[in-house]
């Protein structure tokens, strides 16, 4: 009797592990990245443009999935206008004009594709490039943390008014619309005075807005770029991006569950970006501290780092941290996975090590995988204090050294990769 108890502890233990494990990382009973995402974006052929888009739309306006669609220039959705998107609609921006289409606060933009038919933003090269086009403003007028509660993009847009590109305000719940199955592919044009665009930009979004189901691949700015707000993010995915993959800043206080984001160590540019950039302003002098600064709370992320030769990548500066906070800025990370970055986390030098600071830096269930070091300050080789603090077991943080092949189900597929975990390959590793 006692060792048929002690046997039976030990598969309640090991069934109880394995749960654990599968509740990390992006979750769901089937891999739901199938089959809306596209991971070969340029061995996609699309029909030659049959409408263009330019200017102000002031009018309710419906694009139709018959048609293809040209992003000629700036383009803004004004006036308390709805755009509604079809499903399986195809809309190009504009290389030679810096294509781009922005939903002015007030509007509101139903980009609701389906699984199956999902709506694409795409280049209009033929050989597509990251940085071909502009990309996708989305702006509201939920709080930010600037002086006044308002602020203008600074793009280099070409707006015919000021308020078309303004964003902002006291509304919390406000409503910009549906995001949902939505690829947006080679965005992030630069440009000379402006720097960088991202391949979606959602600025002083309510929390009315649903974003789901979207994938942003080969973006030459950041993935996903957060101004302030209040907005929810679920099943976003990030695929290859020379910027940050999801930058959250000026207040916004958000969620992203379960979500995806995959880095190449030969994609990124010189500066490293991050999958997670997390902060409350660029320049304290613009924000007013008296109000919230940055609050994420992200649940069921993988974010893993795509290496040919890991060893080798590190040594040359290739990799990078997976997670980056800035001061002011709070963060509460779970049930997540941070696979192959040197290290997984960096806080920022300005962030002091005391009380007040590690309760709003959070992590908790998490699996760091096979990284170069795990929590860190920035410039300070020491971590052992925070390596105390997040290896406790109060905390059910998980650390290992298993293969990309190990840790999830199939990496590899070029069509159809799953990045959910592997339960039965993960081994738990001390933190040496």
């Given at each position: ?31 739901w ?6 991971f ?7 029909n ?5 888009l ?40 504009d ?5 781009s289409?922005?939903?002015?606060n007030?509007?509101?933009?139903i ?16 050989v597509?490039k990251?940085?071909?086009w ?24 070409k707006?015919?008014?000021s308020?078309?590109i ?17 690829r ?5 044009k ?16 309510g ?14 700015g950041?993935?996903?770029s ?14 290859k ?16 569950t ?14 490293r ?19 919230e600064?940055t ?8 974010l ?29 990370m ?10 997984a ?11 007040e ?15 170069n ?8 080789p ?8 997040y ?24 069509t ?11 081994i ?5």
């Amino acid at each position: 009797m006692k060792n048929f108890t002690q046997i039976l502890c030990v598969c309640l233990f090991i069934t109880g592990q394995m749960f654990a494990q599968q509740e990390k990382g992006i979750t769901g009973e089937t891999n739901w990245l199938n089959p809306w995402t596209e991971f070969q974006p340029n061995t996609v052929k699309h029909n030659e443009p049959s409408q263009i888009l330019s200017g102000n739309i002031t009018e309710d306006t419906k694009l139709l999935k018959k048609h293809t669609y040209l992003l000629l220039g700036s383009v803004f959705v004004t006036d308390s206008t709805t755009l509604t998107i079809e499903p399986g609609t195809v809309i190009l921006g504009d290389f030679k004009s810096n294509g781009s289409l922005t939903v002015s606060n007030g509007s509101k933009i139903i980009a609701e594709g389906t699984e199956t038919d999902p709506i694409v933003f795409t280049s209009n090269n033929d050989v597509k490039k990251q940085g071909d086009w502009g990309g996708l403003f989305v702006l509201g007028d939920a709080p930010i943390n600037k002086f006044g509660n308002a602020a203008v993009l600074d793009y280099g847009l070409k707006p015919s008014s000021s308020k078309n590109i303004s964003y902002g305000g006291e509304n919390i719940e406000s409503n910009s619309g549906i995001l949902k199955y939505v690829r947006i592919e080679y965005a992030g044009k630069r440009t000379v005075k402006y720097g960088y665009f991202n391949g979606l930009t959602l600025a002083g979004i309510g929390n009315q807005t649903i974003i789901e189901n979207i994938m942003v691949s080969y973006s030459n700015g950041n993935s996903v770029s957060v101004i302030g707000g209040n907005v929810n993010l679920s099943k976003m995915v990030s695929y290859k991006s020379s910027g940050n993959d999801f930058l959250f800043n000026y207040g916004t206080q958000s969620t992203i569950t379960n979500s995806l984001a995959i880095r190449s160590p030969y994609e990124s540019n010189s500066n490293r970006p991050k999958c997670l950039y997390v902060a409350s302003y660029n320049q304290v002098d613009e924000v007013d501290l008296s109000k919230e600064g940055t609050f994420v709370t992200a649940e069921n992320l993988t974010l893993i780092n795509l290496s040919n030769d890991l060893e080798s990548d590190i040594k040359i500066g290739l990799v990078k941290e997976a997670v980056y906070i800035a001061p002011e800025a709070s963060l509460t990370m779970a049930k997540s996975v941070i696979s192959g970055f040197n290290p997984a986390v960096i806080l920022d030098d300005n962030i002091k090590i005391n009380g007040e600071n590690l309760d709003r830096i959070k992590f908790k269930n998490m699996l760091f995988n096979n990284c170069n070091g795990n929590i860190f300050t920035k410039y300070n080789p020491n971590n052992d204090d925070l390596e105390d603090w997040y290896g406790n077991s109060a905390f059910f943080n998980v650390y290992s050294k298993s293969t990309d092949a190990e840790t999830f189900i199939d990496l590899k597929n070029p069509t159809q990769p799953d990045f959910r975990l592997r339960i039965n390959k993960i081994i738990a590793s001390s933190l040496d």
